[in-house]
């Protein structure tokens, strides 16, 4: 399906009597990016040949702005329809294939880049799955007893993030988007208007009576706004904590579309704050723009030191107005763990509930033997595994209502010796 822009160069009158491969290349081009997610349909095909018909075929930058400015409507498809373009246009060079062919090759030792944003759906897009429909004809229908087995999809709930494979984790991500996340709501000292009679309005009543001369007085209600409280998120990005970390970037991205007063940082040696680079509409993009605005991922951690930073930087800045806090590590801490248990506790009288997402929990038989484990439990609210599909979706379930028993924390203090 790859074409080439250079070849199409002498087919003018062809192309005008809507006929030739350039045309039926960007009829294809327009399916891949409908495919890809870009809102396309048979109209923006038929303008987008109209517009290569007024500037003619001249350069390849000209051919990119004229696709662009036709099939791109908003700014995060922008990133989604570049990648599409260098992979569907790209130039054939057959003499270069044949030189590279023909001369030797070294190892190619050099470090991977990150992939950039829609690549996997592009490549979905370009290699769609094949239906095999002959094949389906001649197999023999089978019935099957499916009541006590379980479908990929709940196997997929509960597999740990760290061995899925890149297949599994795009599902997981799709799933994750779809979370429902109603979150308790808490009254505020401030009031907003109200149809039911609950309150008089004072100020409200007067506005309304001047607008008639004050002839007639109709009594205007309030009532005290009810919002969200502001969830502030803490991530470990450390070499353990890096996977974890990046699927459940998803689900906040997911959240930061639905709520405003979310607030995230990363921290491994050093604290990071990516609320900025989350709000972008892409979640691909997103991620990636987290992943390079922090310096040193997958490397080591600090936790006591980086608690301590946003203790002192940004605690009065975020946690007003009985904010709930996400702390997301392993609690893998060997030094500095007095600074650890003192900048925990002070976290924790500083929030309205502090929640400690583990991805150890995964393990049946955790014990709280790590220093660092034990140095942060006494301060916290819930203790919850964060390491699959279900373990987010109860995480989002035990946000929208109280402190539930099955994350307290104290039933790990009793049992375990330091280690």
């Not at 001047?210 to 209600?221: D, K």
């Not at 502001?230 to 699927?247: E, F, H, K, N």
Request: proline share 5%; hydrophobic share 40%; net charge positive.
């Amino acid at each position: 399906m790859q074409a080439s822009v250079e070849q199409h160069q002498g087919n003018t009158a062809s192309r005008r009597s809507g006929s030739g491969k350039l045309t039926d290349n960007v009829v294809h081009f327009s399916r891949v990016l409908r495919r890809a997610g870009l809102k396309t349909g048979p109209g923006d095909a038929a303008d987008a040949i109209n517009a290569i018909e007024a500037i003619g075929l001249g350069s390849r930058d000209e051919f990119h702005a004229a696709l662009s400015a036709v099939f791109v409507r908003r700014r995060e498809d922008q990133p989604v329809f570049d990648e599409a373009f260098e992979l569907f246009w790209r130039s054939r060079d057959l003499v270069g294939k044949m030189i590279a062919l023909m001369s030797p090759k070294a190892a190619d030792n050099r470090e991977k880049g990150r992939p950039k944003p829609g690549h996997s759906r592009v490549a979905d897009a370009l290699t769609p799955s094949p239906t095999n429909s002959k094949a389906s004809k001649e197999i023999p229908e089978v019935d099957v007893d499916a009541r006590l087995t379980s479908s990929s999809r709940e196997m997929l709930k509960r597999m740990d993030f760290a061995q899925m494979s890149a297949a599994e984790l795009a599902m997981a991500r799709r799933e994750i988007a779809r979370l429902v996340t109603p979150f308790r709501e808490y009254t505020t000292r401030r009031f907003e208007p109200a149809a039911s009679a609950s309150r008089i309005d004072p100020r409200a009543t007067m506005r309304h009576a001047m607008r008639s001369g004050g002839g007639l007085i109709l009594p205007r209600y309030r009532r005290r706004r009810k919002l969200p409280p502001p969830l502030v998120v803490l991530a470990d990005i450390s070499g353990s904590m890096s996977q974890y970390t990046r699927v459940f970037l998803h689900f906040l991205h997911a959240l930061s579309e639905r709520r405003q007063r979310l607030h995230i940082f990363l921290f491994g040696t050093r604290l990071t704050n990516v609320t900025r680079y989350l709000r972008r509409r892409d979640p691909d993009e997103a991620v990636n723009a987290c992943a390079d605005a922090v310096p040193d991922w997958s490397g080591g951690t600090r936790i006591g030191a980086t608690l301590g930073e946003f203790n002192r930087l940004w605690s009065r800045r975020v946690l007003g107005q009985g904010a709930v806090v996400l702390l997301i590590t392993d609690g893998l801490e060997r030094e500095g763990i007095e600074e650890l248990e003192r900048e925990a506790d002070r976290l924790h009288r500083s929030c309205r509930r502090l929640v400690w997402l583990n991805p150890l929990l995964r393990f049946d038989g955790f014990e709280a033997r790590a220093r660092g484990v034990r140095a942060i439990l006494p301060h916290v609210d819930e203790l919850r595994p964060v390491h699959n599909l279900q373990s987010v979706a109860d995480l989002a379930q035990a946000l929208s209502g109280d402190i539930s028993r099955s994350g307290d924390p104290r039933r790990f203090l009793s049992s375990g010796a330091t280690a």
